[in-house]
């Protein structure tokens, strides 16, 4: 069965760092592109991040480049958001996604910027 179980957010102040992860299973990773999106209250889901599968060629949204960062461990079939220089508009329920026949989301784990 295929699953996407998110981790890593939490509350941090302006200019702090956090590091989600995204755990996979039932596929294997590097076959298959994964996104990081977000959505904030009252605001649509947006597309982040995203690394390809056999290329693992990287895309960011302008908002985030130069701050954030995505990578991928095949080994333990994971990919990460290192994310740097956090702004309080960056405040939201952060999920990956992979497209496999449709769309797969992970349950999100919400990250808060606040002083």
């Known amino acids: 069965q295929l699953q996407l179980v998110e981790s890593g957010g939490g509350l941090v102040q302006p200019g702090g760092s956090l590091r989600l992860s995204c755990a996979a299973s039932?596929?294997?990773?590097?076959?298959?592109?994964i996104g990081w999106f977000r959505q904030a209250p009252g605001k649509e889901r947006e597309g982040v991040s995203c690394?390809?599968?056999?290329?693992?060629?990287?895309n960011y949204v302008d908002s985030v480049k130069g701050r954030f960062t995505i990578s991928r461990d095949n080994a333990k079939n994971t990919v990460y958001l290192q994310m740097n220089s956090l702004k309080p508009e960056d405040t939201g329920v952060y999920y990956c996604?992979?497209?496999?026949?449709?769309?797969?989301w992970g349950q999100g784990t919400q990250v808060t910027v606040s002083s």
């Open positions: 996604n992979v497209r496999i026949g449709h769309d797969y």
């Open positions: 039932g596929f294997t990773l590097d076959r298959h592109a």
């Open positions: 690394i390809g599968g056999s290329t693992g060629t990287t």
